[in-house]
T-cell receptor
């Protein structure tokens, strides 16, 4: 089982739609969770951190379910500019220093149609 | 504010040639530094990370190496490139000293094609 799994998509939605992505992780001891956005042939950029109580940033809402080991990202009122690949990121590797490194999912591609 | 510079943006190299990619961070001290690779249509793979000058940890065995000669400089090298080294190479930094991982901040990346 992969450490971080995402549905690769693509999710094709019309402008104004609400779309949700899920991501599952295998390490129950994971403590940090993030969503990144990656445009085609560009570097990933931090979209938002995911907190235990859930958090919202404008049209974006992130939630964490520790019991089921998944995180979600909800995008409301989709814009054409939301078209990108969304990467789920979890700290699940243990470095030899005892610290953990971030593991990236392969991403879910979103295409918002006019 | 913190910035990260990575160069070159694109590179085409023949098999067997050497490689040197450089990354520098400004506006922060003693960061954690990382090299990731993203193959076409694939996820990001952690190659190396560094918690300080001269301290390099490798995550996967390969013909690549990394060095950190200065606090905010991270270099990815190879003596002889393979076709399988083609990909999108990303340098990243994060703040050190937090209880949980802080997020990574990426450079613009280097698209390497080995021919």
């Amino acid at each position: 089982r992969k450490e971080v799994e995402q549905d690769p998509g693509p999710f094709n939605v019309p402008e104004g739609a609400t779309v949700a992505f899920n991501c599952t992780y295998s390490n129950s001891a994971s403590q940090s969770f993030f969503w990144y956005r990656q445009d085609c042939r560009k570097e990933p950029k931090l979209l938002m951190s995911v907190y235990s109580s859930g958090n919202e940033d404008g049209r974006f809402t992130a939630q964490l379910n520790r019991a089921s080991q998944y995180i979600s990202l909800l995008i409301r009122d989709s814009k054409l500019s939301d078209s990108a690949t969304y990467l789920c990121v979890v700290n699940s590797q243990t470095m030899d220093t005892g610290r953990r490194a971030l593991t990236f999912g392969s991403g879910t591609r979103l295409q918002v149609q006019p | 504010s913190q910035t990260i510079h990575q160069w070159p943006a694109t590179l085409v190299q023949p098999v067997g040639s050497p490689l040197s990619l450089e990354c520098t961070v400004e506006g922060t001290s003693n960061p954690n530094l990382y090299w990731y690779r993203q193959a076409a249509g694939r996820g990001l793979q952690l190659l190396f990370y560094s918690v300080g000058i001269g301290q390099i940890s490798s995550e996967v065995p390969q013909n690549l190496s990394a060095s950190r000669p200065q606090d905010r400089q991270f270099i990815l090298s190879s003596k002889k490139l393979l076709l399988s080294d083609s990909g999108f190479y990303l340098c990243a930094w994060s703040v050190k000293g937090t209880a949980y991982n802080s997020p990574l901040h990426f450079g613009n990346g280097t698209r390497l094609t080995v021919t």
